[in-house]
């Protein structure tokens, strides 16, 4: 079997000259056919939305504990990640409405840029001590 071309499963796959006429296996078949099934983009969809989250509670959680930096970068970081929920409002506006995707990327560049913005909050606060326990 070459790279890039589908596994059929409804045709024998010559992996061997005595293997010519034996079918692909079942799972063979259903890993091919993972990523082009009629719910491949609700798998999807679950998956990025558990990362999200993930992340929203990683995000909470750093930016409570940096008591030590300042006030205005904190809330420009959390206002940017309550931004980053765009993502998700656009990717249901875009599915069943038909909008344009660009709440998609305005929440993914919003969330990125709060990502960022925290890891430099922390890296500048990481010895001073000062971070609440």
Not at 20 to 41: I, K, N, V
Not at 75 to 85: F, T
């Amino acid at each position: 079997m070459t790279v890039g071309k589908p596994v059929r499963c409804w045709r024998p796959i010559p992996r061997r000259a005595w293997q010519a006429s034996r079918p692909a296996s079942p799972r063979l078949c259903r890993a091919a056919s993972y990523s082009t099934g009629r719910h491949f983009e609700a798998r999807l969809a679950h998956v990025h939305g558990a990362l999200f989250s993930v992340l929203n509670v990683a995000l909470g959680f750093v930016l409570g504990r940096l008591s030590s930096a300042r006030d205005r970068a904190r809330c420009a970081a959390g206002w940017l990640g309550l931004a980053g929920l765009l993502m998700p409002v656009g990717i249901l506006g875009e599915v069943y409405l038909g909008l344009s995707p660009v709440f998609v990327l305005v929440g993914a560049a919003s969330m990125t840029a709060s990502v960022v913005l925290t890891g430099v909050l922390t890296l500048g606060h990481w010895g001073d001590g000062k971070a609440t326990t």
